[in-house]
C-alpha cells in the first residue's frame, strides 16, 4: 500500500469515527427536543422557582414566548433527525470503503454519488419542511417568522462529493481494464 493510500484509508478511518460520533450526538439532540417539549408542555406553568415559574425565566432568558420555544425545538428534532440519517449514510460509505481497502471501486463510487445527493437533498428538504411548518405555525402564534433557520444548506459539500464519485467511478474502470488511457 503505498502513502496516498495509506492517507485515503487515514481519512476514511477518521470519517467513519466522526460520523459515528456525530450520528450520537444528533441522536441526543433529538431526544434533548423531545424532553424540552414534553417538560415545557407538562410543567412550564407549574414549576416554580422562588416564586417564578420556570416558563417566564424560559421566556425572559431565551427572549422567546411559548409558542416559539415549541417551534425552535421541533426543528432541532427535524434537523437532528435528518443529519442522523446523513451521518448513518456517511458511516455506511466509510465502512466499506474501508472493507474494499481503495475507493475506486464501481461500489464505492455509487455509495459517494449517493451521499452526495442526499448531503444536498436532506437539508435542503428539512429547511423547506421546517420552514413550511414555522410559516403555518405563525399564522396561529404571530412572532414564530422570527425564528431562524440558519445556513444548513451543503449543496458545495454535496456536489463535490457528485464529482468526486466521478473520479472514484474513473479509476475503478480503469483499474478493471474497461477503460485505455
Known sequence: MNNTLKTIQTLAKVGRILSKIIF??????????????????IGAETFKL???TVHSMIENKAGMNLPTLYASMAVGLLFCAAEAVLCKFAEIYFKNELADETPFTLRGAKE??????????????TVIVCSIGVAVADNIYPGIDK????????????????VLSLFCRYGAELNEGKLDV
Open 112 to 125: 459517494l454519488m449517493r451521499l452526495g445527493v442526499l448531503t444536498i437533498a436532506i437539508p435542503l428538504g
Open 147 to 162: 425564528l431562524s433557520m440558519g445556513e444548513c444548506s451543503s449543496v458545495g459539500l454535496g456536489v463535490m462529493m457528485i
Open 50 to 52: 422562588g416564586g417564578v
Open 24 to 41: 450520537v450526538c444528533c441522536i441526543v439532540g433529538f431526544c434533548g427536543c423531545i424532553v424540552g417539549i414534553v417538560s415545557l408542555a
